[in-house]
């Protein structure tokens, strides 16, 4: 390998030195060998090779990455990420390629955070390269997406925080819509129970079913309606929440929801009793059943205060004394 790059390196016509190093590479990769092609990153980052002929070679190397098999394209993209950092205003383009088949690796795995990690590392503020607005709000979208799906909404939450300032003067349907389904998922996960029902229910009403390249069907839509009855069941009582409540009592494709039964209840003010609410609980995320520090879990807390609401309709001369065992019959 050194003497194959020292030879290339003497090389005097440009365009036959590129040739000679893309055939070293070529050879690189079909070997899958990481010793190998950590030698020829060092050499490309080396004053031995003027930056012109460097930048198109790991321009190169950084689309052909994904020929290499997944273990040694991790070690070897993560290699040149740290290689390149001292000189990574010279080789942002090249950065960019190297993270985004990195970050879709990952995504492949299914490992979400660290794909997220990857994609939030290209500096989409830099002053060496010409970026769109269209993109920026592409890569924050896509990274609040890839928290999401290890349900961090604290780091979903900066950049869509970061989109927000993007998407108002954004006309790409299909991103601004994949903004407000995250927005909405991340209200969701911070238990603002009430905004996310909100968010969930103007997603649900969506009319095109062909936004660019994305469809959207049915399923999609009526996820979007389920979500925002839950949100709202989950939501602290209040005028809003009624209000929120009847408009989703009234909208009729909300009877054809598998928690039809309960919402009704909760609308009309009847007494929830324990199998209604284990049957609801099944339905329900994780961060929905979160245990809270008075030990009590969202949803009970949830269905306490709606069945105390209910039972004051019912009942207004309980004694205080009487209340424990009301409530205890209410559970069974």
């Avoid at 190169?60 to 990455?65: D, K, N, S, V």
């Avoid at 609308?267 to 009793?273: A, G, P, S, V």
Wanted: proline share 3%.
């Amino acid at each position: 390998m050194e003497s194959a790059l020292a030879n290339a390196s003497a090389i005097v016509d440009q365009r036959q030195k590129i040739e000679q190093y893309k055939h070293i590479l070529s050879t690189v990769f079909s070997s899958n060998d990481i010793v190998q092609a950590k030698k020829f990153i060092d050499h490309m980052l080396s004053d031995d090779v003027p930056l012109v002929v460097s930048r198109q070679l790991l321009q190169t190397f950084a689309q052909e990455l994904g020929r290499l098999e997944p273990e040694a394209q991790k070690e070897i993209a993560h290699y040149t990420l740290a290689q390149i950092q001292p000189r990574v205003v010279s080789f942002e383009e090249q950065v960019l390629i190297i993270r985004e088949k990195l970050a879709e690796l990952y995504e492949s795995e299914q490992q979400w955070s660290k794909a997220a990690q990857m994609l939030s590392g290209i500096d989409l503020d830099s002053g060496m390269r010409v970026i769109d607005d269209t993109f920026r709000l592409s890569k924050c979208v896509q990274i609040a997406r890839l928290y999401l799906e290890d349900d961090d909404a604290v780091n979903a939450e900066a950049f869509i925080n970061k989109a927000s300032f993007l998407v108002s003067s954004s006309q790409h349907e299909v991103l601004i819509l994949q903004y407000k389904v995250c927005y909405a998922r991340i209200l969701d996960l911070k238990r603002k129970f009430l905004e996310a029902a909100l968010r969930y229910y103007d997603i649900s009403q969506i009319e095109k079913r062909q936004i660019g390249d994305e469809t959207i069907d049915e399923d999609a839509l009526e996820q979007a309606l389920s979500a925002a009855v839950t949100c709202t069941i989950l939501a602290a009582a209040g005028p809003q929440r009624s209000r929120v409540l009847a408009t989703l009592y009234k909208d009729e494709r909300c009877s054809k929801l598998k928690i039809y039964p309960i919402l009704q209840k909760v609308y009309l003010e009847r007494i929830l009793r324990k199998p209604e609410i284990d049957a609801f609980a099944e339905e329900l995320k994780p961060h929905q059943q979160a245990l809270l520090p008075d030990n009590f879990t969202v949803l009970d807390r949830a269905m306490i205060e709606h069945n105390l609401l209910s039972a004051s309709k019912l009942y207004t001369n309980i004694s205080e004394n009487n209340w424990p065992l009301f409530l205890y019959r209410l559970r069974r």
